[in-house]
């Protein structure tokens, strides 16, 4: 990764990125962005804070909620169903 600006567009990688990471993008844009990105500290920063709150967030999707606050809710559903 070098400190020097890079010619192309930082908007435009950074849009991306979700595409990069959610494996949408062809080998080719995959291959240009990612050589972008090693050549930007900003898209390098933003890469790693995507990844960052993408592992967070699955960490979180697995865990279940507790069993006392699943059977509140449970009440609470069929109480409306009346």
Do not use: N, W, Y
């Amino acid at each position: 990764m070098t400190s020097k600006p890079c010619d192309c567009s930082c908007t435009d990688a950074v849009l991306l990125l979700s595409e990069l990471l959610d494996g949408e993008c062809t080998p080719a844009a995959q291959e240009k962005l990612r050589a972008k990105i090693a050549s930007c500290p900003h898209c390098f920063e933003k890469l790693g804070v995507e990844e960052e709150i993408r592992a967070i967030l699955r960490r979180s999707c697995a865990e279940s909620a507790p069993v006392t606050l699943r059977r509140r809710i449970s009440v609470s559903i069929r109480l409306e169903r009346g």
